[in-house]
């Protein structure tokens, strides 16, 4: 039986090994916090997986909430970035697209989220600002 420790298989100069370094995701917890009962219904999806899975999703051009739910569920690199363990599943891409529309729809901390996420990757040197 091998010992499989998902952080040792993703390569140092890996983007999102980068990104992850950089990047101080604590703060989506709190910015969403008002938009989450703690104490109603099933528990909710993790919003800093969420939005770590939507980051991914444009960074490598996933476009749809099932092909997303799928590659973060075969991609090891995804998987790790996204805080998952090696035999633990995505959320499905129905709770992806109901968040996104339901959760984030009436308020702009979606946009407030990759905004604080492109800060902190600019800040560090890990995106330029030339125009393509």
């Not at 528990?43 to 800093?48: D, G, K, S, T």
């Not at 490598?60 to 998987?79: D, F, H, Q, T």
């Not at 308020?107 to 604080?116: K, R």
Request: net charge negative; glycine share 6%; hydrophobic share 40%.
């Amino acid at each position: 039986m091998d010992i499989v420790i998902l952080e040792q298989m993703i390569p140092e100069k890996h983007l999102l090994r980068r990104i992850d370094q950089v990047v101080d995701f604590s703060f989506i917890h709190e910015l969403c916090a008002p938009l989450y009962c703690s104490d109603n219904g099933r528990p909710a999806i993790e919003p800093e997986v969420l939005f770590r899975m939507l980051l991914v999703g444009y960074l490598y051009g996933v476009k749809s909430e099932a092909r997303l739910e799928e590659e973060v569920n075969y991609n090891i690199a995804y998987k790790w970035f996204c805080g998952l363990g090696l035999t633990e599943k995505a959320p499905d891409a129905t709770t992806i697209s109901q968040n996104r529309r339901r959760r984030f729809r009436d308020n702009n901390i979606a946009e407030e989220i990759f905004n604080e996420i492109l800060r902190q990757c600019m800040a560090k040197g890990l995106v330029g600002g030339a125009i393509l």
